[in-house]
């Protein structure tokens, strides 16, 4: 039996600097402390997703309804005016190019398409003055086209009263 107390007296000894004891109080600190972070982390991120649920999902619904209303008037195509195709010489100073042009006109209603008609001889000679006054190197690449394009736009508009010209379509285009 002393040994057994030997033994009883040396295990509550050990408990006292660091045996079985000791370690249990740490590790319930850091499982209540880990339990409260993650709470608080669940709680987050449960507000979050309800604020986002309630201001932001609904209000994007009628938004982005109200953006596709929008984006549907303004991709609606309209009306296309084909014109008769162009020759021209282009502006080049040491040699003779032409170029061979066809264009489909975009407009935005029956109305103005009846008023190009109209103005064909005013619209056709601002074309021939806006296209004789290129170079084969002004009208080669995709930036030059698109400049073109947007030029002859503003050209055309100036004679229209009725509406606009919204787009201007290039379907054949040769220079030689």
């Avoid at 991120?45 to 929008?70: C, I, P, Q, R």
């Amino acid at each position: 039996m002393a040994k057994d107390e030997n033994t009883e007296a040396e295990g509550k000894g050990m408990e006292g600097k660091g045996g079985e004891s000791a370690p249990a109080r740490p590790s319930r600190k850091k499982f209540m402390t880990l339990a409260i972070i993650g709470a608080g982390v669940v709680i987050i991120l449960a507000g979050g997703f309800a604020g986002w649920k309630f201001f932001l999902h609904n209000s994007g619904e009628t938004g982005n309804a109200d953006a596709t209303v929008k984006q549907d008037k303004e991709n609606v195509p309209g009306q296309i005016v084909a014109l008769e195709p162009f020759v021209v010489n282009l502006a080049e100073p040491s040699e003779v190019t032409y170029l061979k042009m066809t264009v489909n006109l975009e407009v935005e209603s029956e109305i103005t398409a009846a008023e190009i008609q109209a103005k064909m001889p005013q619209i056709r000679d601002a074309v021939l003055m806006l296209l004789t006054s290129k170079t084969s190197d002004d009208v080669k690449d995709t930036g030059g086209k698109l400049k073109l394009q947007d030029d002859m736009v503003a050209r055309m508009n100036h004679f229209i009263h009725t509406g606009k010209v919204k787009a201007v379509y290039f379907t054949e285009f040769v220079m030689q």
